[in-house]
């Protein structure tokens, strides 16, 4: 079992820095969804974005290479659940059509460093496996 070489603090990670603005838009964005939503895509919208930065913490602390690479694919789906939450949420106008637009463009910008940063560990663990 290979140790993860993430001595670094999970604050000091991109991925996690945009993570934590992606949920907080998200939070302000969900403000203005009906009140009858609350419960709802408000709710389930929230989570998803929280657990993102969340997850990359969570495998950012883990010792082996293996589990953070779980954790970053767990954070990646939360990324695609929030943009597909966001998707649904435009379709019957709910919240800001600009805010939407935002948070739609941090949760792509978020993808593309999780993919990037699990495209690098995933090389590294197999030139490590091939040593």
């Known amino acids: 079992m290979a140790v993860a070489e993430n001595n670094s603090?999970?604050?000091?990670?991109?991925?996690?820095?945009?993570?934590?603005?992606?949920?907080s838009v998200i939070y302000k964005v969900t403000q203005r969804f009906p009140a009858e939503e609350r419960f709802g895509l408000t709710?389930?919208?929230r989570r998803a974005a929280v657990s993102i930065?969340?997850?990359?913490?969570?495998?950012?602390g883990?010792?082996?290479t293996g589990e953070l690479i779980q954790f970053l694919g767990i954070a990646r789906g939360s990324t695609l659940e929030v943009q597909t939450q966001l998707e649904l949420a435009s379709m019957p106008g709910f919240g800001e059509s600009a805010s939407l637009a935002?948070?739609?463009s941090l949760a792509c910008e978020e993808l593309k460093m999780l993919n990037a940063s699990l495209a690098t560990l995933r090389a590294k663990q197999a030139a490590?496996?091939?040593r």
């Open 43 to 45: 709710n389930q919208l």
């Open 128 to 130: 490590k496996k091939q």
């Open 53 to 60: 930065p969340s997850n990359i913490a969570e495998g950012k």
């Open 102 to 104: 935002l948070a739609q």
């Open 62 to 64: 883990r010792l082996t």
């Open 9 to 23: 603090s999970h604050r000091n990670s991109s991925a996690w820095q945009k993570g934590m603005e992606l949920a």
